[in-house]
C-alpha cells in the first residue's frame, strides 16, 4: 500500500511539473513582453510550462502558433500555421507534382535546431489524408497516411 502511494505521489508530481497550464503573471516578464512585442495582434494565448521549458500557444488572425523557450528565454522551437500561397515556390511545385489530386488543407512552418521544415496536411475526397514533412526546396522528408 505505501508503494502505491508514493508511485501516486511521484505521478502527480510529475504531471504537475510537465505540461502545467499557466496564468500570465506566473511566466517571466520578458517572456509575455517579448511575444506581444513580436506578435502584437496575438489572441488566445495560452501559457503552460515544460520541465524547464516555456510553450505558449496563441492565434494571429485564424492562424495557430506555438512557440517554445528555454529557462534563459532563447526560442527552441517554433510552429506557425501558414496559408497555401505563403509556401516557398519549389515546395508548391512538388506538391503539385506528387499529389496532383490533392488539395492542401492546412499548413505548417517549423523551425527547430536552426532548420526550418513545412508539414502539409493534404486530403483527397475527404476519405484520404496524407500528413507530408518537406524541406524548404521540396524535398519529401516523411509522410504518413490516415
Request: glycine content about 4%; charged content about 25%; cysteine-free.
Amino acid at each position: 500500500m505505501k508503494y502505491l502511494q508514493i508511485i501516486a505521489l511521484a505521478i502527480f508530481a510529475i504531471a504537475t511539473t510537465y505540461g502545467q497550464d499557466l496564468k500570465h503573471t506566473e511566466v517571466p516578464a520578458t517572456f509575455t513582453a517579448g511575444l506581444l512585442e513580436t506578435y502584437p495582434n496575438a489572441t488566445d494565448i495560452e501559457w503552460q510550462r515544460d520541465g524547464t521549458d516555456y510553450k505558449v500557444d496563441f492565434k494571429v488572425g485564424e492562424l495557430e502558433h506555438e512557440i517554445q523557450f528555454n529557462k534563459d528565454g532563447d526560442k527552441v522551437s517554433q510552429e506557425k500555421e501558414i496559408t497555401k500561397i505563403t509556401l516557398p515556390q519549389a515546395l508548391a511545385k512538388a506538391i503539385k507534382r506528387d499529389y496532383a489530386e490533392y488539395k492542401i488543407d492546412k499548413a505548417y512552418s517549423t523551425f527547430t535546431n536552426g532548420v526550418t521544415t513545412y508539414k502539409v496536411e493534404l486530403v483527397k475526397d475527404l476519405s484520404k489524408t496524407i500528413l507530408a514533412t518537406y524541406s524548404v526546396s521540396g524535398k519529401t522528408l516523411n509522410t504518413s497516411e490516415n
